[in-house]
């Protein structure tokens, strides 16, 4: 079983009070031979989006993989 967390935050360079953040929780489980299941999960913030979009986004992956022996 293979668990991956990564986070960040980004400071703009041109605007003292506009950032992102992003974290991602990923999950890798063997299930059979060389196929696994993967689970990830990711959320994007933006501080100050321009106008019509959401400060928040989050999404879930599931998948498949098969490691070549």
Not at 42 to 65: A, E, I, R, W
């Amino acid at each position: 079983i293979v668990l991956t967390e990564t986070a960040d935050v980004l400071p703009a360079f041109n605007m003292a009070d506009a950032y992102s953040a992003n974290a991602s929780v990923g999950l890798v489980m063997p299930v059979w031979k060389q196929f696994a299941a993967s689970f990830t999960t990711t959320d994007n913030y933006l501080n100050n989006p321009s106008p019509g979009f959401k400060k928040n986004s989050f999404q879930f992956v599931l998948g498949v993989t098969y490691t070549l022996p």
